[in-house]
């Protein structure tokens, strides 16, 4: 969606160094949105925010912290990559009181 | 915590051929979603779901909210080489803002 950007949309890293994803929104959605795509799990929420400097972990947030220091941004950080979060990783926003997500295209990053 | 469980994981069929697949919860959800998501894409929001026995339609898609509220069906009737995709169904939990996804079902379509 033209609404949402995901940055990098493909990255590959070494296990044990930090990685950052970016999503920026020019929605002005209030809640924006982490999760994880593994096949034969769906979708996993990392973490999420209802608003700026304010998160709230997921089902799966350890090994992953995240900040939201303005409302178009949400940036996902692994402390400390390793191969088990070698994943697709989506963004999403939410407009307050509904329930549909708008994704972005996702970025696929690859812990060897 | 509150689990989706969709069935079938996979489906391999005919252009033309008609498609069901269904969404079930040990919970109660007062809201069901349906999403698709493209290859290389993220989801989209297909047909959303507000109310026990209601049935939803979108085009070829239809969608309907369980009765007892712990489950969900979606039927894609005369398949087409564009429905080709992952499924997912999702609801969302108690008291936020948020949602819970099913496993999804990945649709596969011989022309």
């Known amino acids: 969606d033209a609404g949402i950007t995901q940055s990098p949309r493909h990255k590959v890293t070494e296990t044990g160094t930090p990685v950052t994803l970016r999503c920026h929104q020019t929605e002005n959605h209030r809640y924006m949105y982490w999760y994880r795509q593994d096949p034969g799990h769906g979708l996993r929420l990392i973490h999420y925010?209802?608003?700026?400097?304010?998160?709230d972990k997921g089902e799966v947030s350890d090994g992953y912290s995240v900040s939201r220091s303005k409302t178009e941004d949400f940036l996902l950080t692994l402390e400390s990559a390793t191969s088990s979060q070698t994943s697709v990783y989506f963004c999403a926003t939410l407009p307050g009181g509904a329930y549909g997500y708008t994704f972005g295209s996702g970025t696929r990053l690859t812990v060897v | 915590g509150q689990q989706l469980n969709q069935s079938p994981q996979s489906m391999f069929i005919q252009e033309g051929e008609d498609v069901s697949m269904n969404c079930t919860s040990s919970?109660?959800?007062?809201?069901w979603l349906w999403y698709k998501q493209d290859p290389g894409e993220g989801p989209v929001l297909l047909i959303a779901l507000y109310k026990a026995g209601e049935l939803t339609s979108n085009g070829r898609l239809t969608a309907q909210f369980g009765i007892t509220r712990k489950d969900s069906f979606l039927n894609i009737s005369a398949s087409i080489p564009s429905d080709v995709g992952i499924y997912f169904c999702a609801g969302p939990i108690q008291g936020a803002q948020k949602l819970v996804f099913g496993q999804g079902t990945r649709l596969t379509i011989n022309p």
């Open positions: 919970s109660i959800f007062n809201t």
């Open positions: 925010s209802y608003g700026v400097k304010d998160t």
